[in-house]
């Protein structure tokens, strides 16, 4: 597709804000697979929004770049089929903030829960978790501590020996977490909104795709008699034209 596109600044903009977009929606992905294989996985294995963020950073690409394609058509068709999707998107990306704030007032109970089963199936997780905070236990220093060796083993170990318990601490790393992500999803879509705006725009400006397809014919069609003319003028001319380009009329006058 041609530059000449981005002549406008609608098409312009569509593009620019989708690739902004794009450009989060990797950073998101990236931020949510590297949470997943370091030491705050137990943060993300707490959220059941885990996955649905994945997900989402996934279509947030996607959409992208069909804006980016969208930006460069002169079809209202692809527009729309855009607009419709950026717009679907939009309101998931609402559903999962409005999830999120919803879950605020659930944190200790959601933790709890990802600290007991982190205790029964995957104590190493428990344990760098101690480790990273410098703290014993959930809600004291003997709640469900590593090791399991003795209640209090955890902070009498001279590999641990922390006196807090690690509640306090974890809760606000969460909501850090949930902070950053949400912070993402809202920028996300802000871009996204102003590209549908944009969109909407240029779809109103831009003809029928059955009135572009006519246009295209009618000048189609112009050109070619056009041409067909022109070829005709040729063929002509030379009958009245001598070797050298001269009139041949002039041979035939009766002029004295």
């Known amino acids: 597709m041609s530059i ?10 569509i593009f620019t804000f989708n690739v902004m977009a794009m450009i989060l929606g990797i950073g998101l ?3 949510v697979l590297f949470d997943l ?48 999707v950026v717009a679907l998107l939009a309101l998931f990306q609402v559903s999962d903030i409005i999830y999120a704030i919803t879950l ?30 410098g703290c014993c236990g959930y809600a004291t220093i003997g709640d469900r501590a590593i090791p399991k060796s003795s209640r209090y083993a955890c902070r009498e170990s001279p590999a641990f020996g922390y006196s807090v318990p690690c509640r306090a601490t974890l809760k606000e790393a969460y909501l850090h977490h949930e902070n950053m992500y949400l912070g993402f999803v809202s920028a996300i879509q802000f871009l996204q909104l102003i590209a549908l705006a944009a969109t909407v725009a240029l779809w109103t400006q831009l003809p029928r795709d059955e009135e572009t397809e006519e246009q295209y014919r009618a000048e189609h069609s112009g050109r070619l008699l056009r041409g067909l003319r022109e070829e005709d003028n040729m063929h002509r001319r030379p009958q009245n034209l001598g070797p050298h380009g001269e009139d041949r009329a002039q041979y035939g006058s009766t002029d004295r």
């Open 4 to 13: 000449f596109v981005f002549e406008q600044p609608t098409r312009l903009y």
């Open 29 to 31: 992905a990236g931020v």
């Open 37 to 84: 294989n370091s030491s705050s996985r137990f943060l993300l294995e707490s959220n059941t929004a885990t996955w649905p963020l994945a997900i989402l950073s996934l279509l947030i690409i996607l959409v992208s770049l069909l804006g980016c394609s969208a930006a460069m058509s002169s079809s209202k068709l692809v527009l729309g089929i855009y607009g419709i």
């Open 104 to 133: 605020h007032d659930k944190v200790d109970d959601i933790l709890n829960k990802a600290w007991q089963n982190a205790y029964d199936n995957d104590p190493r997780v428990l344990q760098d978790l101690e480790t990273r905070l």
